[in-house]
């Protein structure tokens, strides 16, 4: 199992991206039965949680994205998605993805994000 992260990219404040990460070799039973989680890492701190999705269904959000940020997935396209809107310099990271399928744990290889005020 690969998953691929893109859609990453310079913006200005206020600006809009969709981050999109497949998950290649990955039965669908497998996907539909994981969890999904986008993370950043910023320049000099710590990788942290931005949004995850359960298998169930059910979203969670880092509270500076609440409201902005959506975490979804298409589990035909193997592809779990963050679409971020009104986004904010302190946005700025490399963005990974997350696929947590119980036993093992796959990461995507991250994707920059770069917000200019």
């Known amino acids: 199992v690969q998953l691929q992260a893109s859609g990453g990219g310079s913006v200005q404040a206020g600006g809009s991206l969709k981050l999109s990460c497949k998950a290649s070799g990955m039965i669908l039973s497998t996907f539909i039965g994981s969890r999904m989680g986008w993370y950043r890492q910023a320049p000099g701190k710590q990788r942290e949680l931005v949004a995850d999705l359960t298998s169930g269904g059910a979203s969670n959000y880092q509270d500076s994205v609440k409201g902005r940020f959506t975490i979804s997935k298409n589990n035909g396209k193997r592809t779990v998605y963050l679409e971020m809107n009104s986004l904010e310099p302190d946005d700025t990271a490399v963005y990974y993805c997350?696929?947590?399928?119980?036993?093992?744990?796959?990461w995507g290889q991250g994707t920059q994000v770069t917000v200019s005020s």
């Open positions: 997350n696929i947590e399928t119980g036993p093992r744990d796959y």
